[in-house]
């Protein structure tokens, strides 16, 4: 298969109009920008809609319009500008429509900074937006999957009727690395039975609608979607084990710090400590089953982000607080070095 | 093995286009590598810097910190990495805008007059390709034939014009 070079802002781009995204709605923000200024070149040629939206809240509420007739749409912002899609990814959810939205992660809280980030771990797999729901959250760790989880992430919302987001941060989106395009064999999903994309007089009307006022109809609307989710972390959740088979000290990370914690997990090998790295590609549904396997002879766990620890949570719930789980992370933009995070392999090592 | 390389200058002196087309390198030659660009503020008129890996094998962090080679565009490019470079690194400094000279006696620093030469040579904003030139030449990380084929690919078509330029700083870079 050819390979390109790309910007994984692009990639994430192109990877979406392949899949069949019709109507991109943006809005600029950096780190992000590349992502909407890619589809502005290529969607009107591909057939689609490219709209610059007065604001995040016009965009992603466009996206529910679009998600309303069958059409896949899509969204992209980064971090401040997710906050603000936030209220329409609930109601997304609320409607049960298939969507993407793409958060390119940058520094927080408030306007925080440009450079990458892992900060709305939390929002992304716990809250974003009000109510009973989640979204499908992938995490890719190169540009290559970036292009491979947008596929997927459009497939998905299809078939489970709901919004997927890729979370993505600043240093992947602005690096160049190969990558090479699949031939795409989109699954068709039937929307008939719901799309509100014209009734001609021959049929019901198809009523799009998150507003339930009796709480009985409310509670089953959210109990069917948990249903679904049940069926969902059964079989969706996703991961990388990396010489996890003998480690003793397993390092959990995702997205761009994955990579860097890569490369400390090889020099520590080389020193003869033996650390391992569980990587969740898929940060909800949590990979509970695979990290377990993962750390079933580790002595400790050690959680590497960039951020002051959230998805720290989810591996101590994961494995059920059954070991240490040790934490070192950076912050409003600052990346880990493959040095200090071997350091912090030597220390936990060491206090064992 | 990997090689990691950064490039850094004012914004506008082709420092990204420079890590680009060491980027395509890699591609044309079938290696691993990344591209990272700074995109800070600094893009707007300071220094603006790049990070490129090439490897065998998957690139872990695209980010350089320690290079192997570093050019250096710039007096405050170079007073800011000269001493992150590697021992045993090498280091292509543009002597019409450095004044400085290296200290270190564990890395291997080039001189090239490279403003002045595409000045010279009119070859308006070459000064990035010729030290581009003289790094493939002192390194053999890439051949001549390699980067000329990268630049065919960099270069947009509505500039092709320019390709015969980029060839000729390139030899200028490797004979000086």
């Known amino acids: 298969m050819e390979r390109n070079l790309m910007k994984g802002n692009e990639a994430l781009a192109e990877a979406a109009i392949r899949a069949g995204c019709k109507c991109f709605f943006g809005y600029p923000i950096t780190p992000q920008t590349e992502l909407a200024a890619y589809m502005a070149k290529r969607m009107n040629k591909a057939g689609g809609v490219f709209l610059q939206a007065e604001s995040e809240i016009a965009a992603v509420n ?14 992209s912002s980064s971090s401040p500008g997710v906050s603000l899609k936030s209220e329409g990814i609930s109601y997304i959810a609320g409607s049960d429509l298939p969507a993407v939205i793409i958060n390119v992660q940058r520094g927080g809280p408030g306007l925080g900074g440009i450079q990458p980030s892992q900060a709305d771990y939390w929002q992304a797999t716990k809250a974003l937006g009000h109510g009973d729901f989640h979204l499908l959250v992938y995490a890719p760790a190169s540009v290559q999957e970036m292009v491979d989880m947008v596929v997927t992430a459009f497939d998905r919302a299809d078939k489970y009727r709901m919004p997927a987001m890729i979370l993505a941060d600043g240093l992947l989106g602005q690096m160049m690395e190969p990558v090479s395009f699949p031939e795409i064999n989109a699954n068709a999903y039937d929307k008939s039975g719901w799309a509100a994309d014209g009734h ?22 959210v ?26 000290i397993l390092l959990c990370a995702y997205g761009a710090t994955a990579r860097v914690v890569k490369s400390a997990v090889n020099s520590a090998r080389e020193l003869g400590i033996k650390a391992g790295m569980f990587r969740p590609k898929t940060l909800w549904p949590f990979p509970v089953k695979e990290i377990n396997e993962a750390a079933k002879n ?55 | 093995m990997t090689t990691e390389i950064l490039l850094a200058g004012f914004g506008g002196q082709g420092v990204l286009f420079a890590g680009k087309i060491l980027a395509y390198c890699g591609l ?126 960099v270069v947009p078509p509505a500039k092709a014009q320019l390709i015969a330029n980029n060839f000729k700083a390139i030899e200028i870079g490797m004979n000086n």
Not at chain 1, 231 to 247: G, H, S, V
Not at chain 2, 33 to 56: F, H, K, Q
Request: net charge negative; charged share 30%.
């Open chain 1, 62 to 75: 466009m996206v529910l319009g679009a998600a309303s007739t069958g059409v896949r749409a899509m969204t």
């Open chain 2, 28 to 153: 044309m030659d079938s290696k691993e590598l990344s591209w990272l660009p700074s995109y800070g503020p600094e893009m707007r008129g300071g220094t603006a810097n790049c990070s490129v890996c090439i490897s065998d094998e998957p690139i872990g962090s695209p980010l350089v910190l320690a290079p192997d080679i570093l050019v250096a565009m710039n007096q405050p490019s170079f007073d800011k990495f000269i001493d992150a470079v590697k021992p045993g690194g090498k280091v292509f400094v543009d002597s019409t805008l450095i004044e400085s000279k290296c200290e270190r006696t564990d890395i291997d620093c080039y001189y090239i007059p490279s403003s002045q030469l595409a000045d010279e040579n009119e070859l308006k904003g070459g000064s990035n390709i010729i030290l581009l030139g003289k790094l493939i030449k002192e390194s053999g990380l890439f051949s001549f034939e390699t980067m000329k084929k990268a630049i065919e690919k």
């Open chain 1, 298 to 352: 580790a002595k400790c766990l050690l959680d590497i982000e960039m951020s002051m620890g959230q998805m720290i949570d989810d591996v101590k719930l994961a494995i059920n607080c059954s070991k240490p789980v040790h934490f070192f992370g950076r912050t409003g933009g600052v990346i880990p070095t493959p040095a200090e995070i071997l350091e912090e392999i030597k220390k936990v090592g060491g206090a064992e």
């Open chain 1, 223 to 248: 109990y069917d979607r948990f249903e679904r989710y049940e069926q969902i972390k059964a079989e969706e959740t996703d991961a990388e084990l990396y010489l996890t088979e003998d480690c003793d």
């Open chain 1, 200 to 221: 001609k007089n021959n049929r019901e009307h198809h009523i799009i609608n998150s507003l339930y006022l009796k709480p009985d109809e409310l509670q089953k609307s």
